[in-house]
């Protein structure tokens, strides 16, 4: 019947497993697909990305050159990263801010 | 005689995580029988593979189901590997039992909670999915995700894990076996806990068998089958052998998924221990052609992938049967002479993945 008795106690003498998030935000794990980055200087915006991008969040164009990406569209899965003939796209591990 | 009444449980229920609804026949308290109905997150997956080519269609698939993600993309690029003759590398096939089965383990835990909770027990859930969020940060630290991988690629996978990799898997799984220790005996030898599930939703091996039920339901019930068994990935080299409890109830399908939380571990390790040096993945050229039908075990039971290629980049047709589409008969026959409130417990014992069934 006590069974759970000492789980209990345990819990209470512990530190909370939960943060104050917002105030206090949880440093990214190395190696996280947080969100996507590109160096416009070594593109040259020949738009394998955006065709192999499963979820046709980037948009790329040429006469103006512009790299798009679509946040709310994207999935993160770095596809478009290893496709790229210039390694100009990376992943970084921290969440990216699209308020 | 008692006057039939029928009430409708779900599609929105404190006790349901997704939305189906079971039209519930009751003569007083007890249920007479249970019609299911679906179709409140159907998204139209299986139509997309025809706009996306057979290498994006591996992300589209681990969205199918937003608990075993990666065993989603493991059916379909063996599935896709098989029929275009792509040999996966050892190494590759190593990572994708590892990968496996930690999601076995967060699915397990989730569903763990979930039933805590379905029975009031409010504590066990939070402190089940306390030891949950160890395995989904292994994930992320691991895979670079915590549920949604996108590890697995046709040809093997994308991801290596390295020697520090390793090491924080090592502790966590050393960590999840304490934690798991501390939670099964308040668990498995509560008198409230016992009095909920012993004897609740029993369903015959024989029953079980006639229904087409897969996974921890069937093996809860005797039947000694688990597609890891045929082999596929790496688990030929792994010495796996099926869990299997004979009373068919509620408590001896979380028996079930207890004992395959300790043999993941188990899986993991001995994965880890015996991971060749090797190449991660090939180059795959070419497009699909042929068909082929692909099965692996999920969580809930077995998923099955039917693949039609006709030489193009995109699949001429792609087919899913999910687990929880073939353990719903089952569950239809358990609901029979149980009483209403034990309904949600019985549902949830089954662990239903409604928006892996629709698709």
């Known amino acids: 019947m006590f069974n759970f008795v000492g789980n209990v106690f345990r819990n209470l003498t512990r530190k909370p497993a939960t943060r104050p998030y917002p105030y206090q935000k949880r440093a990214p794990i190395a190696g996280n697909r947080g969100h996507l980055v590109i160096d416009p200087a070594v593109c040259v915006y020949c738009g394998l990305c955006s065709k192999r991008c499963p979820a046709r969040a980037l948009a790329v164009t040429r006469k103006p050159n512009t790299w798009t990406l679509d946040p709310y569209r994207c999935i993160l899965c770095g596809y478009c990263v290893e496709v790229c003939p210039k390694h100009c796209l990376s992943l970084k591990p921290e969440h990216g801010d699209y308020s | ?359």
């Not at chain 2, 009444?5 to 189906?20: A, K, Y």
């Not at chain 2, 571990?265 to 070419?286: D, F, Q, T």
């Open chain 2, 1 to 359: 005689m008692a006057k039939i009444t029928v009430i409708p449980f779900g599609p929105q229920h404190p006790v349901l995580p997704e939305p189906i609804q079971l039209r519930l026949e009751l003569k007083d308290e007890k249920v007479v029988s249970a019609i299911p109905a679906l179709g409140y997150v159907h998204r139209g997956l299986e139509k997309l593979v025809e706009t996306k080519d057979y290498l994006q269609t591996v992300y589209l698939v681990e969205r199918v189901c937003g608990i075993c993600s990666f065993i989603h993309s493991v059916a379909y690029c063996q599935g896709i590997e098989e029929m275009m003759g792509v040999e996966v590398p050892p190494r590759a096939r190593f990572l994708r039992v590892i990968w496996s089965e930690t999601h076995r383990l967060h699915s397990h835990l989730l569903w763990l909670g979930l039933l805590a909770d379905s029975f009031g027990f409010e504590n066990l859930f939070m402190q089940v999915w306390r030891a949950r969020e160890a395995v989904l940060d292994l994930q992320e630290s691991t895979a670079g995700s915590r549920v949604i991988l996108g590890v697995c690629c046709v040809g093997g996978v994308r991801r290596d894990i390295d020697e520090a990799g390793r090491d924080q898997i090592k502790a966590t799984l050393d960590r999840l076996e304490q934690d798991l220790h501390r939670i099964v005996k308040p668990i498995l030898k509560d008198y409230s806990v016992q009095h909920r599930t012993v004897g609740v939703g029993q369903i015959s091996r024989e029953l079980t068998f006639e229904r087409g039920a897969v996974g921890p339901v069937a093996r809860a019930a005797g039947i000694a089958q688990d597609l890891r068994q045929t082999g596929y990935a790496a688990y030929s080299e792994l010495d796996f052998q099926p869990v299997v409890e004979t009373a068919g109830d509620c408590y001896a399908r979380m028996l079930v998924r207890f004992r395959e939380m300790s043999q993941s571990i188990e899986l993991i390790r001995r994965a880890m221990e015996r991971m060749p040096v090797s190449p991660i993945s090939v180059p795959v050229k070419g497009n699909p052609d042929g068909e082929i039908v692909s099965r692996v075990e999920q969580p809930r039971g077995e998923v099955v992938y039917y693949l039609k290629g006709n030489g193009s980049k995109n699949l001429a047709r792609m087919r899913i049967r999910t687990p929880t589409f073939a353990n719903i008969p089952a569950l239809l026959a358990m609901l029979p002479g149980c009483e209403l409130a034990n309904v949600p417990v019985i549902t949830l014992s089954i662990d239903p993945c409604i928006s892996c069934t629709e698709r």
